[in-house]
């Protein structure tokens, strides 16, 4: 009896089929069109950036720039904060956590940034959750 799933091989072939007919098919109907005409409509060839928007690291999240090294073993201080649209006071001072908001710049000397859910907080320290702390010599993803 079968359950009436494909198999993962079948499954690929055929979105492979459809992924050729469709760029077969688009490569034939290539339009010049005003940017302002352009809204719904897909580009035919890739659109590369000269530059990086925004030009600086920025944060995905809220949470806390930090060194994963220093965070996966010991509290560390809250030394600052910074908002999307505010620039860092400066580097990230060692041993320390900047606190920082979706969209703001990382400081100079963070390697990661935290998630809030991922820290315990006490007064002005973090530290990460049990949950989320590495025994010495594992890989730290934060």
Same mark, same amino acid.
């Given at each position: 009896?079968?359950?009436?799933?494909?198999?993962?091989?079948?499954?690929? /072939?055929?979105?492979?089929?459809? !992924?050729?007919?469709? *760029?077969?098919? &688009? #490569?034939?109907? =290539?339009?010049? +069109?005003?940017?302002?005409?352009?809204?719904?409509?897909?580009?035919?060839?890739?659109?590369?950036?000269?530059?990086?928007?925004?030009?600086?690291?920025? /944060?995905?999240?809220?949470?806390? !720039?930090?060194?994963? *090294?220093?965070? &996966? #073993?010991?509290? =560390?201080?809250? +030394?600052?904060?910074?908002?999307?649209?505010?620039?860092?006071?400066?580097?990230?001072?060692?041993?320390?956590?900047?606190?920082?908001?979706?969209?703001?710049?990382?400081?100079?000397?963070?390697?990661?940034?935290?998630?809030?859910?991922?820290?315990?907080?006490?007064?002005?320290?973090?530290?990460?959750?049990?949950?989320?702390?590495?025994?010495?010599?594992?890989?730290?993803?934060?």
């Amino acid at each position: 009896m079968s359950s009436g799933l494909l198999s993962y091989e079948d499954a690929a /072939s055929i979105v492979m089929h459809h !992924a050729r007919n469709i *760029a077969q098919a &688009s #490569h034939s109907r =290539v339009e010049h +069109v005003d940017l302002a005409s352009a809204a719904g409509r897909v580009l035919a060839n890739p659109l590369r950036a000269d530059d990086d928007q925004p030009p600086f690291p920025r /944060s995905t999240r809220d949470g806390y !720039a930090c060194r994963a *090294a220093e965070i &996966s #073993h010991t509290a =560390v201080p809250i +030394v600052g904060s910074t908002h999307a649209g505010q620039a860092p006071a400066g580097p990230l001072p060692p041993g320390s956590a900047w606190e920082i908001m979706t969209g703001a710049p990382v400081p100079v000397g963070a390697d990661c940034v935290v998630m809030l859910e991922h820290v315990e907080k006490f007064g002005d320290l973090i530290r990460l959750a049990p949950s989320r702390a590495t025994a010495p010599g594992d890989n730290v993803v934060a």
